[in-house]
């Protein structure tokens, strides 16, 4: 099932299809400086995990 999703999401990036940006979340750490850019999306990951959790628990209760 997961396979399915990263197949749909690299075909979906693959037809440069517009999705939403999804790195760019409030809480999402940027610091810029004059020659370098640091960018650690702490809030994204988290709720990539949360939903992750989700469906697995989902898919294990069948």
Same mark, same amino acid.
């Given at each position: 099932? /997961?396979? *399915?999703?990263?197949? *749909?999401?690299?075909? !979906?990036?693959? !037809?440069?299809?517009?999705?939403?940006? *999804?790195?760019?979340?409030?809480?999402?750490? /940027? /610091?810029?400086?004059?020659?370098?850019?640091?960018?650690?999306? /702490?809030?994204?990951?988290?709720?990539?995990?949360?939903? !992750?959790? !989700?469906?697995?628990?989902?898919?294990?209760?069948?």
């Amino acid at each position: 099932m /997961i396979g *399915i999703i990263f197949v *749909i999401v690299g075909i !979906l990036f693959f !037809l440069n299809i517009n999705i939403p940006k *999804i790195g760019k979340l409030p809480g999402d750490i /940027i /610091i810029k400086t004059e020659n370098t850019t640091f960018y650690f999306p /702490i809030v994204t990951c988290i709720v990539f995990s949360v939903v !992750l959790s !989700l469906i697995m628990w989902v898919v294990s209760k069948f």
